[in-house]
């Protein structure tokens, strides 16, 4: 299926973005701390065209589903909410945006955690971008695509997905400093590459854990007046707190200090000892771990030629990552998979 199929007529611009993982700094963005993702080689592609007639037409090839749009309309649901999202930010912003023909394919796995919500904003910005002439630049694009999600895809996202998809690439990581957006595009760990396996768990208790987690940051920093946690890079200074607030303010504080210690260009054993530590901390100050996690990541870790290994996204089910030896990728899958499956699980490769 293409944009000619659908629309008839070929399409005056194509643009791609990639999905994400995160490697390190794991629930820091909302305590204004450092993250470091990497892109991963799944992309959105979007073909843009001019509408022949008053209305948006966008297609998803994923979806099968088309939905042709009012543009003076409400704002639609589902997977049109993200396209329009960026057509009517661009318009907030004073941009005039004609009606649209939008075919969007993808081969990132959708609500996995690989954000291919952010891949489809980031490509359609793009695309909407070089058909326009508009004077974006890729901070602007990763920014629009994040207020698109807020508002109209009513998703409270940070800026992590948006700011990895518009800015790196499968060969560097991205460090992102979420309070001020400073940002180093740093090589990958030298003989390494990643693999991104599914858990098979849903994420089924990750909003309410997500919420709560959020509002006992919030409480922690303000008992050690703080803005955020993130102003804070003592672990010490956690002791003072209550529990539980004194283990999740633990975690942030260390999980910012290994995204740091990941800037000092270690080798790939070192980068894989702070993912270790990260899942360690992650299951047991932070608690969001589950036992298939935990087991996924147990595996990884005891296998050859695996550096380190860790839950990567908010928890409660989802996604592991690990760092292995480059070229080693597709073999460890496969054993891993076949072991932590064989164990009654349902994992399915994402990224090798
Ligand atoms: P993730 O970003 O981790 O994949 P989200 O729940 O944030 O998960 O985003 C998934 C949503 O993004 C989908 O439900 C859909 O609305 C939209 N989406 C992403 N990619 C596509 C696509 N190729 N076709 C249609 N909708 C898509
Ligand atoms: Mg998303």
Request: glycine share 8%.
């Amino acid at each position: 299926m293409d944009y000619r199929k659908i629309f008839n007529t070929a399409p005056d611009v194509e643009a791609r973005a990639p999905g994400r993982v995160n490697l390190l700094g794991e629930h820091t963005d909302y305590n204004d701390g450092f993250v470091l993702p990497t892109a991963i080689p799944q992309h959105t592609t979007v073909a843009i065209g001019f509408s022949p007639d008053d209305h948006h037409h966008f297609y998803s090839a994923e979806l099968e589903e088309q939905v042709d749009l009012d543009p003076a309309g409400a704002n639609p649901e589902g997977f049109a909410s993200y396209v329009n999202g960026c057509i009517r930010i661009l318009e907030t912003a004073g941009h005039k945006i004609p009606p649209l023909n939008i075919f969007v394919t993808s081969s990132v796995p959708i609500g996995s955690g690989l954000s291919s919500s952010a891949a489809l904003e980031v490509a359609t910005l793009r695309g909407l971008r070089s058909l326009l002439q508009l004077p974006l630049d890729d901070v602007e694009i990763a920014q629009f695509g994040q207020q698109a999600e807020i508002q109209y895809a009513g998703v409270s996202c940070g800026i992590l997905d948006q700011m990895a998809s518009s800015l790196a690439d499968t060969d560097h990581m991205l460090f992102l400093d979420t309070r001020t957006l400073d940002r180093q595009i740093l090589s990958f760990p030298t003989g390494a590459e990643i693999v991104v396996i599914d858990s098979g768990v849903a994420r089924s208790l990750a909003t309410s854990g997500y919420n709560q987690r959020r509002a006992e940051c919030e409480a922690a920093a303000e008992q050690l007046s703080v803005k955020a946690l993130r102003d804070i890079t003592d672990p010490q200074q956690a002791e003072q707190l209550p529990e539980p607030l004194r283990q999740r303010a633990r975690h942030v504080i260390t999980e910012n200090n290994r995204v740091l210690k990941a800037l000092e260009g270690i080798t790939p054993e070192a980068f894989g000892e702070l993912m270790n530590a990260s899942h360690a901390s992650l299951r047991d100050d932070y608690e969001v771990s589950v036992p298939a996690l935990d087991a996924l990541v147990d595996i990884l870790q005891t296998t050859p030629d695996v550096f380190g290994a860790r839950l990567t996204g908010a928890g409660f089910g989802g996604a592991c990552v690990a760092l292995v030896t480059k070229g080693k990728g597709d073999a460890i899958a496969h054993s891993t998979l076949e072991r932590y499956n064989h164990a009654g699980h349902n994992g399915r490769l994402l990224v090798s």
